[in-house]
């Protein structure tokens, strides 16, 4: 059976959506920019309804209150700055990491208009396409499906914003057991979206990571249909050459920006062996990581799956400096 996740940004649009559609107005906040220690990335949204619901974060509670009061209050009818951390007293008041500073972009939407944007940024974050959002402080706010490389994902100039958006980065992982139960829990903790691929039926019905999709497909069929693109990652965690080899296979003769397998150095030679009669080449080959994840070296299921999230992470974060960014 598929199962639909519904990532944190689709989680903060739908809420965008669902106030407006009943009839309240809503602000999205963007960090822009940030000095010193921050503890959210540019890019991260806060969302504020106008009856004080909220969804996401820009600083883990620290400046939360304050935008509530603000957007309560005096909620602005266009995008304006708001910085925080600039003084002494601003660091106190709000407990910014010491020497911090955010600058963020408050957003207002309302109305049929404000639904349109929204609802077409989730369509097509939801259809895998990278969207860049152009926000002036004058005028509206367009949305442009392209992909630009090279540079940072958010820039401001002063007068407007630029945000490039990637598709949410999801993982397949192939066979479950106790370091695929490690993997999933800790990369969902690290913003993965975590799928588990699992066509045997003794090793499905032992399956209890219950907030994971469970696939009962063959991992192939799922890469070429779902897991295929430049934002999804492969993990071969069966230890099972018959069901390892064919997601293997589909992964790496797709865009997959990780393709990884569990193994000692031994097993992966004899992996990339069986391969390599199968009909891959070596350019194909090189990008398979096996032994999956960092040298740590790794023993438990736990520090296994410790090694490959930390992996996964240094992957995601080459591929968001490398593809869709300003």
Same mark, same amino acid.
């Given at each position: 059976?598929?199962?639909?996740?519904?990532? !944190?940004?689709?989680?903060?649009?739908?809420?965008?959506?669902?106030?407006?559609?009943?009839?309240?107005?809503? %602000?999205?906040?963007?960090?822009?920019?940030? %000095?010193?220690?921050?503890?959210?990335?540019?890019?991260?949204?806060? =969302? *504020?309804?106008?009856?004080?619901? %909220?969804?996401?974060?820009?600083? !883990?509670?620290?400046?939360?209150?304050?935008?509530?009061?603000?957007?309560?209050?005096?909620?602005?009818?266009?995008? /304006?700055?708001?910085?925080?951390?600039?003084?002494?007293?601003?660091?106190?008041?709000?407990?910014?990491?010491?020497? !911090?500073?955010?600058?963020?972009?408050?957003?207002?939407?309302? #109305?049929?208009?404000?639904?349109?944007?929204?609802?077409?940024? =989730?369509?097509?974050?939801?259809?895998?396409?990278?969207?860049?959002?152009?926000?002036?402080?004058?005028?509206?706010?367009?949305?442009?499906?392209?992909?630009? @490389? #090279?540079?940072?994902? /958010?820039?401001?100039?002063?007068?407007?914003?630029?945000?490039?958006?990637?598709?949410?980065?999801?993982?397949?992982?192939?066979?479950? #057991?106790?370091? &695929?139960?490690?993997?999933?829990?800790?990369?969902?903790?690290?913003?993965?979206?975590?799928?588990?691929?699992?066509?045997?039926?003794?090793?499905?019905?032992?399956?209890?990571?219950?907030?994971?999709?469970?696939?009962?497909?063959?991992?192939?069929?799922?890469?070429?249909?779902?897991? !295929?693109?430049? %934002?999804?990652?492969?993990?071969?965690?069966?230890?099972?050459?018959?069901?390892?080899?064919? #997601?293997?296979?589909?992964?790496?003769?797709?865009?997959?920006?990780?393709?990884?397998?569990?193994?000692?150095?031994?097993?992966?030679?004899?992996? @990339?062996?069986?391969?390599?009669?199968?009909?891959?080449?070596?350019?194909?080959?090189?990008?398979?990581?096996?032994?999956?994840?960092?040298?740590?070296?790794?023993?438990?299921?736990?520090? *296994?799956?410790?090694?490959?999230? &930390?992996?996964?992470? &240094?992957?995601?974060?080459?591929?968001?400096?490398?593809?869709?960014?300003?």
């Amino acid at each position: 059976m598929a199962h639909s996740v519904v990532t !944190g940004r689709e989680r903060i649009l739908d809420c965008i959506s669902a106030w407006l559609e009943d009839g309240q107005r809503a %602000w999205l906040c963007t960090i822009v920019e940030t %000095w010193g220690s921050s503890p959210r990335p540019v890019g991260a949204w806060l =969302a *504020i309804s106008e009856s004080g619901h %909220w969804s996401g974060s820009v600083s !883990g509670g620290c400046l939360e209150e304050d935008l509530f009061r603000r957007t309560a209050n005096d909620g602005p009818e266009r995008p /304006v700055l708001v910085d925080y951390g600039i003084t002494d007293d601003d660091r106190d008041q709000f407990q910014l990491p010491c020497g !911090g500073r955010i600058r963020l972009l408050v957003e207002p939407f309302q #109305g049929q208009s404000g639904l349109d944007h929204i609802q077409a940024l =989730a369509v097509g974050l939801r259809a895998r396409q990278p969207i860049v959002r152009r926000v002036p402080l004058k005028g509206t706010a367009t949305l442009e499906h392209s992909l630009i @490389r #090279g540079g940072r994902s /958010v820039r401001f100039d002063g007068e407007q914003l630029l945000h490039a958006l990637q598709p949410e980065c999801r993982l397949l992982l192939i066979g479950a #057991g106790e370091v &695929a139960r490690h993997v999933a829990e800790f990369a969902t903790a690290a913003d993965f979206v975590v799928t588990l691929c699992e066509p045997r039926e003794a090793f499905a019905a032992g399956w209890s990571v219950g907030q994971i999709p469970l696939e009962r497909r063959l991992p192939d069929d799922l890469i070429s249909t779902q897991f !295929g693109d430049a %934002w999804s990652g492969v993990l071969a965690l069966a230890h099972d050459p018959r069901i390892d080899d064919m #997601g293997l296979l589909a992964a790496l003769n797709s865009r997959a920006f990780y393709i990884g397998a569990m193994g000692s150095r031994k097993t992966s030679e004899a992996r @990339r062996e069986r391969l390599a009669s199968l009909g891959l080449d070596k350019v194909a080959l090189d990008r398979l990581r096996a032994p999956i994840g960092v040298d740590i070296p790794s023993k438990t299921p736990a520090e *296994i799956a410790i090694s490959i999230v &930390a992996d996964l992470i &240094a992957a995601r974060h080459h591929l968001r400096g490398a593809v869709s960014s300003l």
